[in-house]
Nanobody
């Protein structure tokens, strides 16, 4: 059974940085891991992903160049470094894992989800 726990959310000011972490328990070797977010009143959207097999990363256009996803295998953790935050980044952020290691953009590709962590950016 795979379990994912997010941490690192909080309230920051526009322009600040924040680092989210997703810690996995269970057999996650070989799984792609992604971050999604859901703003109030909106659908869940892809943010970034990293594949296990080749560590290839993918980013949404809206965060490209500002966010960096990385993996620490020793800690079984995937991190999302978020820089130059703005009000449009305010959302609940969710970690998800995909046993097929696709690293794709669709929620349906991910079979395991965390409970989420809140990020609020004030102007």
């Amino acid at each position: 059974q795979v379990q994912l726990v997010e941490s690192g959310g909080g309230l920051v000011r526009a322009g600040d940085s924040l680092r989210l972490s997703c810690t996995a328990s269970g057999a996650t070797a070989g799984y792609a891991t992604a971050w999604f977010r859901q703003a109030p009143g909106k659908g869940r959207e892809f943010v970034a992903s990293i594949r296990w097999s080749d560590s290839r990363t993918y980013y949404a256009t809206s965060v490209q160049g500002r966010f960096t996803i990385s993996r620490d295998n020793a800690k079984n953790t995937v991190n999302l470094q978020m820089n130059s935050l703005n009000s449009e980044d305010t959302a609940d952020y969710f970690c998800a894992a995909d046993s097929y290691d696709s690293g794709g953009y669709a929620c349906a590709e991910y079979g395991y989800w965390g409970q989420g962590t809140q990020v609020a950016v004030s102007t």
